[in-house]
């Protein structure tokens, strides 16, 4: 009874594979519907695994899930809180997503920000945050590590990793399926391929998404005028096998949207509370906006990759070389409103913000042997290098086109990282894992503001050319455990060091200086139980963690200067655990359930911040009180790190009946979080109360097609999910509500 009140409440570990051409649940409609929890083979340590044998923290993305979130016409970030400990949010809309696990993340806006949790994407890792935007389709499978991964995906991952390997050439069924929704919102997806000869295989895969114009301007003429978008991703992929021994895998992709920056919204806050109100300080209304700065967002990507895999008998060793290349222009109405209002606003305010190139290349040699019992191993090799250019523009009106001042950045970061790790199986079921891998970063940072037309209001005139330098070395490591009790009960310890390198900020727009923040250095403690029970019927997955962070790089974003500055806090310490469960009590239903609790609290008495220009009420102990023209700086100390829910909640259900040569099925997931605070002191306007969202999907399928009529945010859950502080009080709201229609075929 216990268990299954959870799953009731509760999201889970999905599947192993989560999109829609390789769906487990649905193989064949018309036979008997799978009864028991299928196992979840997941690649969290390099190796395919059952997740129940491996001593870490892993979450998967199941099939419906992703598939009911890409109709909708989401982007990555609709992935936030399906999983425990996971958030995902942004400043910059479609382009820019930032990614937070068990509290740790980064807020920072700027186009080189760095982030403690990292992408990777077909073992390649997405370092740059307009490269982690790449939209999810044809995927084999998500998964989401928790915890420090510094062993064997290094690369900034203190906090872990969200982890997508798409379909490989020969795998997945051939698939297309299209959905219209609400706005004009259209989701069309498809994969075809197969074997061109005894040793060739393709796959060509791709997605649209798309949607109307959909809120009204009413500072401008005419109906709806922002947030829509045109977002294309392709994927070619050919794949050699001479023999057995020997598979060549060559891939190229690109992305190219076009759409609008994010709808900053002037005075959406009610002072005194963080309550949502409208143009006139009534009723919230989400599809209206009075805003006179230009708004568009132009992004893109192309990618080209080279995988190999050698058989040598005893081990196998892989080669995964990637080339990135990006453009960016992205520009928004900064104050959110008018020289009219809404509300008091001091000043217009319009930005742009460009990447005019950015490089990545990547190359990784490891060696894994072959064995599943006794003595296994992996050692690697891995080399990073990135140049990209930023520029910056500020305009002294809403529609000017002509700069007021311009900051050019150029960043050349490298980083290599030598690794190793051992594991072995003993024969009474326990197993033991260790690692380290050595970790050396160096980046180089040219900034200079060009000219400053505006110097009173901007900053005091141009800004010499700058150099800025930074480099560390370091060794991370992690040793863990796992013991079978029986076939259905294993325990699991595991201690992990984690490592983000040091880092550099140069958005000298409002600032005159670069600034620069230390490495930090992550230990993490977890411990948890992996169960399946009650004659595969139910799984129930628990991990309770401890984790301290020396050194915390943090963003001090935004305030009365509009700053943009990086500083390090002594440490934030963190607990918490995750729950995860996945039931199938009858033939048909399925349940699933997640939930986390994580505290993430700033550790550092004498660390103060300036506080908002906007009129927020500010909750921390003053260290400076506020003056003409200038906010109170205020103590952090003990604060929630921002973006960090304290609680996080979903659960899924879905059921389906064989009729005909098919079933009828249903499916919802829910997704709910707690209070979060928007910046690093805490305020009682910049802050969202609470978060709950839900979907529904209904439909008929058999083994080759599927018609469904779905919905998302069924409750039109309307809630400011970040804010802009140094003008008025600024919010930034969820996705509306969309109903619409599916349709797919296999093939």
């Not at 192993?16 to 799978?34: L, M, Y």
């Not at 023999?243 to 920056?261: F, H, I, P, S």
């Not at 409103?337 to 040699?365: R, V």
């Amino acid at each position: 009874m216990f268990a299954l009140a959870i799953a009731c409440a509760l999201p889970a570990p999905a599947i192993a594979q989560a999109t829609g051409d390789t769906d487990q649940p649905a193989e064949d409609a018309t036979q008997p519907v799978i009864q028991g929890v299928t196992d979840i083979v997941v690649t969290a340590t390099r190796r395919s695994e059952n997740l129940q044998d491996i001593p870490l923290s892993v979450a998967t993305v199941s099939d419906e899930t992703l598939a009911v979130i890409n109709s909708g016409g989401a982007d990555i970030r609709g992935l936030s809180g399906r999983v425990p400990s996971l958030n995902i949010e942004s400043s910059f809309g479609r382009t820019f997503p930032r990614f937070y696990i068990r509290g740790l993340g980064n807020t920072d806006f700027d186009l080189n920000a760095s982030q403690p949790v990292s992408l990777v994407y077909d073992d390649v890792v997405l370092e740059n945050p307009i490269l982690k935007g790449f939209p999810a389709f044809d995927i084999d499978r998500v998964e989401v590590l928790r915890g420090p991964q510094g062993t064997l995906f290094g690369r900034n991952t203190p906090a872990g990793i969200v982890k997508f390997d798409t379909v490989k050439p020969g795998r997945g069924r051939n698939y297309a399926r299209v959905s219209y929704g609400t706005y004009g919102t259209v989701n069309a997806e498809g994969a075809v391929g197969g074997e061109l000869s005894d040793t060739v295989s393709v796959r060509l895969s791709g997605v649209w998404q798309h949607r109307n114009d959909w809120i009204d301007n009413l500072a401008a003429s005419g109906g709806n005028d922002l947030e829509g978008y045109d977002d294309i991703a392709l994927r070619a992929q050919i794949q050699f096998r001479p023999n057995e021994d020997l598979t060549v895998r060559l891939t190229g992709q690109m992305r190219d949207m076009d759409g609008n920056a994010r709808i900053f919204r002037a005075n959406a806050l009610q002072p005194g509370s963080n309550k949502l109100v409208g143009l006139d300080g009534g009723k919230f209304k989400r599809d209206e906006v009075a805003t006179n700065g230009l708004n568009f967002q132009k992004l893109k990507t192309q990618n080209i990759a080279g995988a190999i895999e050698y058989d040598l008998g005893p081990a196998t060793l892989y080669s995964v070389t990637s080339y990135w290349h990006g453009e960016l222009k992205s520009r928004g109405d900064i104050d959110g409103g008018t020289d009219a209002g809404p509300g008091f606003i001091p000043f217009q305010a319009q930005s742009q913000d460009n990447i005019p190139s950015l490089d990545q290349f990547t190359q990784e040699l490891r060696i894994a042997s072959n064995n599943s019992t006794g003595l296994g191993y992996q050692a690697g090799i891995f080399y990073f290098n990135e140049k990209l250019d930023i520029e910056t523009f500020d305009f002294g009106s809403p529609t000017a086109t002509d700069p007021s001042a311009i900051v050019n950045q150029r960043q050349v970061a490298k980083a290599l990282g030598i690794f190793g790790s051992v594991n072995y199986k003993f024969d009474n079921g326990l197993t033991v894992q260790g690692g380290a891998r050595w970790n050396h970063d160096k980046k180089r940072l040219v900034a200079e503001r060009l000219f400053d037309a505006r110097p009173i209001f901007i900053g005091g005139g141009p800004v010499a050319e700058t150099n800025t330098r930074v480099k560390d070395n370091v060794l991370t490591w992690d040793l863990s455990a796992i013991q079978e009790i029986n076939q259905d009960i294993n325990v699991y310890a595991r201690i992990a060091k984690g490592y983000r390198a040091p880092a550099i900020q140069g958005r000298i727009l409002f600032d005159r200086d670069v600034t620069t923040a230390d490495s930090e250095n992550t230990m993490s403690y977890e411990a948890g139980i992996k169960t399946v029970l009650l004659d595969r019927r139910l799984r129930f997955n628990l991990t309770g963690y401890a984790f301290k962070t020396k050194d915390l790089q943090l963003s001090a974003v935004g305030g009365a200067a509009n700053a943009n500055l990086l500083l390090n806090a002594d440490a934030v310490k963190g607990h918490g655990f995750e729950a995860e469960l996945e039931a199938r009590p009858m033939r048909g239903l399925t349940l699933t359930g997640g939930i986390s609790y994580n505290v993430a609290k700033i550790r550092d008495r004498d660390l103060t911040v300036e506080t908002c220009g906007a009129p927020c009420t500010v909750l921390d102990p003053i260290a400076v009180p506020a003056a003409p023209f200038q906010p109170a700086i205020v103590f952090i100390h003990g604060n929630q790190l921002p973006q960090a829910p304290k609680w996080t909640l979903n659960w899924t259900a879905g059921y389906e009946h064989p009729v005909g040569p098919g079933s009828v099925y249903v499916f919802t997931d829910w997704y709910h979080r707690s209070k979060v605070q928007f910046f690093l002191y805490d305020s009682v306007e910049f802050s969202d109360d609470k978060l709950l969202e839900g979907g529904l999907r209904v439909g008929y399928k058999t083994d080759r097609f599927d018609v469904a009529g779905f919905v998302r945010n069924i409750t039109n859950d309307k809630s400011a999910v970040s804010g802009i502080d140094f003008n008025n009080l600024t919010a930034m709201v969820n996705e509306p509500r969309i109903f619409g229609i599916e349709a797919g075929v296999k093939f």
